[in-house]
């Protein structure tokens, strides 16, 4: 088939051997048709680079009424994150009193997350998107610039002038409240275990610390994934060495109970032996013994604010200009004190 041809629905249907009513179910990932079918036909439409007509939109309407958030995260441990229940609740609070959908996909990698937005405006289900964790150097950017697909990035500082538009807080100035406050403490063998190191937060917070040995304080950065078994493994190693480091700090709450509950097995006592805190809280995190020093926002209120804010650039003709999110504060709890003699 000639590729400069426009490809249309009973194109793909001949090419599949399927119906066109087929097709169409799986290029809006609706129940109809088998996996392997669903996989065919979507290999058909991405080989041809099929995208809806003008005249189709028009027909079932301009808008989707539906936003897409494409979270890259492990699924067996998001549920257990604060931070993602309390975001996704508040933006989809703010969605619902304008009867918006919201369509959540949970991916494993960076290239699955670029092509499941390759099919939601392929299939036009989405009006916009949020998107979480940016990246140093994010491949994500030029493709909703080829897409045509209005985002707004969920980050740790302003965007850049070829990125779409941030709702921000500032995790340089949260990584300074938080190392800073155990520098106070007398602290100097400070730790950070953080997720993956092209994420632009690590890079913001894991520099503050660095920079810090301007002032003596011996800073580290450890790299997850994540996961309670990875932070379990790097804080058993950190808790071997010789020279143990006095404070540690986690990326979120569920890696801060992890390593506590390390701590607790090796027989560590927080915070007389180490000092443990967190970039993130939650209700867990007061409940825990000792209760866990946090850094505290209003997850769900920066939620609401993120979904107001692509609503407003789904109807902007051209990226917005960036905006703030509500600022953390520092919640001292019983897991932080001076450091042993």
Same mark, same amino acid.
């Given at each position: 088939?000639?590729?400069?041809?426009?490809?249309?629905?009973?194109?793909?249907?001949?090419?599949?051997?399927?119906?066109?009513?087929?097709?169409?179910?799986?290029?809006?990932?609706?129940?109809?048709?088998?996996?392997?079918?669903?996989?065919?036909?979507?290999?058909?439409?991405?080989?041809?680079?099929?995208?809806?007509?003008?005249?189709?939109?028009?027909?079932?309407?301009?808008?989707?009424?539906?936003?897409?958030?494409?979270?890259?995260?492990?699924?067996?441990?998001?549920?257990?994150?604060?931070?993602?229940?309390?975001?996704?609740?508040?933006?989809?609070?703010?969605?619902?009193?304008?009867?918006?959908?919201?369509?959540?996909?949970?991916?494993?990698?960076?290239?699955?997350?670029?092509?499941?937005?390759?099919?939601?405006?392929?299939?036009?289900?989405?009006?916009?998107?949020?998107?979480?964790?940016?990246?140093?150097?994010?491949?994500?950017?030029?493709?909703?610039?080829?897409?045509?697909?209005?985002?707004?990035?969920?980050?740790?500082?302003?965007?850049?002038?070829?990125?779409?538009?941030?709702?921000?807080?500032?995790?340089?100035?949260?990584?300074?409240?938080?190392?800073?406050?155990?520098?106070?403490?007398?602290?100097? #063998?400070?730790?950070?275990? @953080? +997720?993956?190191?092209?994420? $632009? !937060? /690590?890079?913001?917070?894991?520099?503050?610390?660095? &920079?810090?040995?301007?002032?003596?304080?011996?800073?580290?950065?450890?790299?997850?994934?994540?996961?309670?078994?990875?932070?379990?493994?790097?804080?058993?190693?950190?808790?071997?060495?010789?020279?143990?480091?006095?404070?540690?700090?986690?990326?979120?709450?569920?890696?801060?109970?992890?390593?506590? #509950?390390?701590?607790?097995? @090796? +027989?560590?006592?927080?915070? $007389? !032996? /180490?000092?443990?805190?967190?970039?993130?809280?939650? &209700?867990?995190?007061?409940?825990?013994?000792?209760?866990?020093?946090?850094?505290?926002?209003?997850?769900?209120?920066?939620?609401?604010?993120?979904?107001?804010?692509?609503?407003?650039?789904?109807?902007?003709?051209?990226?917005?200009?960036?905006?703030?999110?509500?600022?953390?504060?520092?919640?001292? #709890?019983?897991?932080?004190?001076?450091?042993?003699?």
């Amino acid at each position: 088939m000639s590729r400069s041809k426009r490809v249309t629905i009973a194109d793909i249907a001949r090419q599949a051997g399927v119906s066109p009513g087929a097709v169409s179910f799986a290029l809006n990932g609706r129940p109809g048709v088998s996996e392997e079918t669903r996989q065919r036909i979507l290999a058909i439409a991405d080989h041809h680079q099929w995208r809806p007509s003008s005249t189709a939109r028009a027909l079932v309407g301009a808008r989707a009424g539906v936003i897409g958030f494409a979270v890259n995260r492990p699924a067996r441990t998001l549920g257990s994150e604060a931070f993602f229940t309390d975001l996704i609740a508040g933006v989809q609070s703010s969605l619902a009193d304008r009867r918006i959908g919201m369509q959540l996909a949970v991916v494993p990698s960076i290239e699955d997350e670029m092509d499941t937005y390759r099919r939601w405006r392929r299939a036009n289900q989405v009006d916009g998107v949020l998107v979480l964790d940016p990246r140093i150097d994010d491949p994500r950017h030029e493709l909703f610039s080829s897409l045509g697909l209005p985002a707004i990035m969920i980050g740790g500082e302003p965007s850049d002038e070829e990125g779409p538009a941030t709702i921000w807080l500032d995790d340089a100035e949260a990584a300074r409240t938080v190392f800073g406050f155990l520098f106070d403490l007398g602290h100097r #063998r400070i730790v950070y275990v @953080s +997720g993956p190191s092209e994420h $632009e !937060h /690590v890079r913001l917070r894991g520099g503050v610390l660095q &920079a810090m040995s301007q002032q003596g304080v011996a800073g580290e950065v450890i790299e997850t994934d994540y996961s309670p078994a990875q932070v379990a493994a790097a804080v058993h190693e950190l808790l071997s060495r010789g020279q143990r480091p006095s404070a540690i700090v986690f990326d979120n709450d569920v890696m801060a109970i992890a390593g506590l #509950r390390v701590a607790q097995q @090796s +027989g560590v006592r927080v915070p $007389e !032996h /180490v000092s443990v805190a967190s970039f993130d809280d939650s &209700a867990v995190t007061s409940l825990v013994h000792p209760s866990i020093t946090c850094l505290t926002r209003d997850t769900f209120g920066f939620g609401e604010q993120a979904a107001r804010f692509l609503l407003d650039q789904i109807e902007a003709p051209s990226t917005l200009p960036d905006r703030t999110g509500p600022a953390p504060v520092l919640t001292e #709890r019983e897991s932080t004190a001076r450091p042993p003699a």
